[in-house]
């Protein structure tokens, strides 16, 4: 029994079909159209088993031509013959239901080859096509891939935003409670009149040092607040470093009585900073040091010039930090290296985030070096004449490059 075939294309294009088919010697019936809309009244009437179309004609073409074929004649097989050679063309006619996509530089003979394939039930595509999509599939893939480890990289980086987040209202609780039970507890006694002058001021000494460290935490985050917002400015000027480190140590020594700070400061150290900024820099590390360092190893802070502009480095003999919680607690604020709940020093966590982004306002850089026995060396460099500071610092790196020394 012969088969109905229907070839919808220009007449070019029917006439090196119609000569393939005959050379064929298959036997076939055809009509042939050059128009999408007469192509669909044909095969409504002789209903073929195979329509051939080029779906790039004016009128009714593409995916809309082989839809109406389909929905008019549903079981007929459509075979795109095209010179639309577009890999997204080819996935377009295949989801409207075609079940070939040839190119017409894959010649007439194609086509009649595919005629009898998608008969036995078989999809054909050009083979140039069948390269492109697959490429493409591979990319999709490729890109799916991507996207997959970006979406768990997100996911974890917000588990651990959401992690930071409780264990930072778990740490402030944690350091507020202190000075406020200190300062209620003076406020009671202080009420009873019949305290000794000596004792009232003791504890009014008391009283002063917990509403400083209350201070201190509030200023840490409104700063970090500052920061996060881009509102943070400086205020730069022509400035010794020297006294101003000296004063800082000063203060850090009546903090913390049982830990010796050295101090290693030349007695000039010209740069242009925000002495404020530059000062809370310098108090963040070495608190730090102070904090995390046994009371029979000594703090040291040494200061210098360098080629490349003024050099603070402050070194502690505690158990040291790895290099990973190092670029942690650099970059993410409220990180304090040690879990809430066993918590023995103080601190929300804020001081080397705070210290960076800082150090990094000013133009210069930050990093911190493990040592072989045990303990860490923190150190920054400001350039010498001042520099632009920056709107968005950058991610830090694993680790930052260390400065060329000069005559000090």
């Known amino acids: ?3 109905t075939l229907l070839l919808c ?9 119609q000569y393939a088919l005959i050379k064929s010697g298959g036997d076939l019936q055809t009509e042939a159209v050059t128009d999408g809309f007469r192509a669909v009244e044909i095969a409504a009437r002789i ?8 779906i790039g004609l004016e009128g009714l073409a593409g995916a809309e031509l082989v839809r109406r074929l389909i929905a008019t004649v549903p079981e007929t097989r459509v075979v795109c013959w095209t010179g639309v050679s577009s890999p997204f063309a080819a996935a377009e006619m295949i989801d409207a ?4 996509y040839l190119l017409k530089e894959d010649g007439p003979d194609a086509v009649v080859r595919a005629i009898a394939a998608v008969l036995r039930g078989n999809v054909v ?3 140039r096509v069948a390269t492109r999509l697959a490429s493409r599939l591979d990319e999709s893939v490729r890109k799916q891939r991507e996207l997959e480890a970006a979406l768990a990289e997100t996911t974890e980086r917000l588990d651990r935003l959401t992690t930071v987040k409780a264990d930072f209202l778990a740490n402030v609780s944690h350091e507020l409670r202190t000075p406020v039970t200190i300062a209620k507890g003076i406020a009671y006694v202080l009420k009873n009149r019949g305290i000794p002058e000596e004792e009232r001021r003791e504890f009014l000494d008391q009283l002063e040092s917990s509403l400083e460290r209350l201070m201190h935490i509030v200023d840490e985050l409104v700063t970090i607040a500052e920061i996060d917002r881009g509102t943070i400015s400086l205020k730069l000027s022509q400035t010794d470093l020297a006294p101003l480190l000296r004063h800082v140590v000063d203060e850090v020594r009546r903090q913390y009585p049982a ?5 290693e400061i030349p007695a000039a150290l010209p740069s242009v900073v925000d002495p404020v900024r530059i000062s809370e820099v310098t108090r963040q590390i070495l608190d730090n040091a102070c904090r995390y360092s046994p009371e029979d190893r000594p703090v040291t ?4 010039s360098m080629d490349e502009g003024v050099v603070v480095s402050v070194t502690d003999h505690g158990q040291g930090i790895d290099r990973g919680l190092v670029t942690q607690v650099f970059n993410e604020p409220f990180s304090t290296g040690e879990e809430i709940l066993r918590k023995e020093r103080s ?7 705070m210290a960076r982004q800082l150090v990094l306002q000013h133009g210069g850089i930050i990093w911190a070096d493990p040592l072989p026995a045990g303990g860490t060396r923190v150190s920054f460099c400001i350039p010498a004449q001042g520099a632009e500071p920056l709107t968005r610092p950058p991610d830090l790196p694993a680790e930052a490059p260390q400065p060329t020394a000069s005559s000090s």
């Not at 209903?47 to 080029?54: D, K």
């Open 259 to 263: 830990v010796a700070v050295d101090q």
């Open 125 to 127: 595509l050009s083979p």
């Open 47 to 54: 209903q073929p088993q195979v329509v051939v179309v080029e």
């Open 1 to 3: 029994m012969p088969h």
């Open 9 to 17: 294309d220009s007449a070019d294009g029917l006439s090196q079909l």
């Open 97 to 100: 239901g075609a079940t070939g």
């Open 301 to 304: 802070l040494r200061a210098r």
């Open 347 to 353: 601190g929300v966590g804020v001081g080397l985030h």
